[in-house]
T-cell receptor, first 112, second 111 residues
Framework: NAGVTQTPKFQVLKTGQSMTLQCAQDMNHEYMSWYRQDPGMGLRLIHYSVGAGITDQGEVPNGYNVSRSTTEDFPLRLLSAAPSQTSVYFC???????????FGDGTRLSIL | GQQVMQIPQYQHVQEGEDFTTYCNSSTTLSNIQWYKQRPGGHPVFLIQLVKSGEVKKQKRLTFQFGEAKKNSSLHITATQTTDVGTYFCAIAVQGAQKLVFGQGTRLTINP
């Protein structure tokens, strides 16, 4: 099992560009989520999904879109990148929010 | 929204000293999870506490859940350099399927 796979690992964007961060899991987990990590801010929840076809907003959803067309994949889209979105992004999955979360290795995103 | 406060934000100790991090909530929690993130790594699940007053141990790590289920602590006895990292607590937000994390406590150790 690969677990939770995030791509790319690193990305540099220019302000205004769009891109999609990929997240895939092979553990048949229903619950998936996206967090961003900034120094001194901990892990902040962007969006989450309790199953295919269902998504909801977390603490800091503005500027990000998600979709969940399959159980395995949960991509995060930046519509128009801004320097404030420079961060490390982690995807996580589990059977539910009450179960241990399995994290991917993260995507380090820089926006110039 | 429901939040959890984690203190301290940073802690530097000499190797062999003890370390404790605390998580506090204004509301009663159904459960609390603890994670460790090594420098440059991703968070890794350590343990989940569910019962009031629960105490669990993992080698030198002791986890406690308060009697009122509003606070929790992680205590490391006789720290080692392998304990370096950031420790997070995470709580389930009532009324939503969200799992939110505390700000984390970054532990550094002087060998």
């Amino acid at each position: 099992n690969a677990g939770v796979t995030q791509t790319p690992k690193f990305q540099v964007l220019k302000t205004g560009q769009s891109m999609t961060l990929q997240c895939a899991q092979d553990m048949n987990h229903e619950y998936m989520s996206w967090y961003r990590q900034d120094p001194g801010m901990g892990l902040r929840l962007i969006h989450y999904s309790v199953g295919a076809g269902i998504t909801d907003q977390g603490e800091v959803p503005n500027g990000y879109n998600v979709s969940r067309s399959t159980t395995e994949d949960f991509p995060l889209r930046l519509l128009s990148a801004a320097p404030s979105q420079t961060s490390v992004y982690f995807c996580a999955s589990s059977y539910s929010r009450a179960q241990p979360q399995h994290f991917g290795d993260g995507t380090r995103l820089s926006i110039l | 929204g429901q939040q959890v406060m984690q203190i301290p934000q940073y802690q530097h100790v000499q190797e062999g000293e003890d370390f404790t991090t605390y998580c506090n909530s204004s509301t009663t929690l159904s459960n609390i999870q603890w994670y460790k993130q090594r420098p440059g790594g991703h968070p890794v699940f350590l343990i989940q506490l569910v019962k009031s007053g629960e105490v669990k141990k993992q080698k030198r790590l002791t986890f406690q859940f308060g009697e009122a289920k509003k606070n929790s602590s992680l205590h490391i006895t006789a720290t080692q350099t392998t304990d370096v990292g950031t420790y997070f607590c995470a709580i389930a937000v009532q009324g939503a399927q969200k799992l939110v994390f505390g700000q984390g406590t970054r532990l550094t150790i002087n060998p």
